[in-house]
């Protein structure tokens, strides 16, 4: 079983910056594909960024491409997400996924682990 746990959530101007992590509990995210999803207020929750599990492989939501980074450092056993140039529509709860299915990060989904989700608001 494995239990993502993110951090890093808060609350940052338009324009700045903030940086997500998320690590793991019960076993190592090595082999497992992470993504990166957010559910606005009001709102479906909605794909933001994928990786492989060697990192080489990434994916990306077009509304965060070129602004978000997603990557991970398995020796630490963490996954981070790199959120640059914000923009109030970017808040939003952000939550942590991981899934062993070779392709998921690909297909965006489906994703079998889920973290609590981290609290994101950029103020305009």
């Known amino acids: 079983q494995v239990q993502p746990v993110e951090s890093g959530g808060g609350l940052v101007q338009a324009g700045g910056s903030l940086r997500l992590s998320c690590a793991a509990s019960g076993r190592t995210l090595s082999y497992l594909n992470m993504g990166w999803f957010r559910q606005a207020p009001g709102k479906e929750r909605e794909f933001v960024a994928a990786?492989?599990?060697?990192?080489?492989?990434?994916n990306y939501a077009d509304s965060v491409n070129g602004r978000f980074t997603i990557s991970r450092d398995n020796a630490k056993n963490t996954v981070y997400l790199q959120m640059n140039s914000l923009k109030p529509e970017d808040t939003a709860v952000y939550y942590c996924?991981?899934?062993?299915?070779?392709?998921?990060?690909?297909?965006?989904?489906?994703?079998?682990?889920w973290g609590q989700g981290t609290q994101v608001t950029v103020s305009s």
């Open positions: 990786v492989g599990w060697s990192g080489d492989s990434t």
């Open positions: 996924a991981a899934d062993p299915t070779q392709t998921v990060w690909a297909r965006r989904g489906p994703f079998r682990y």
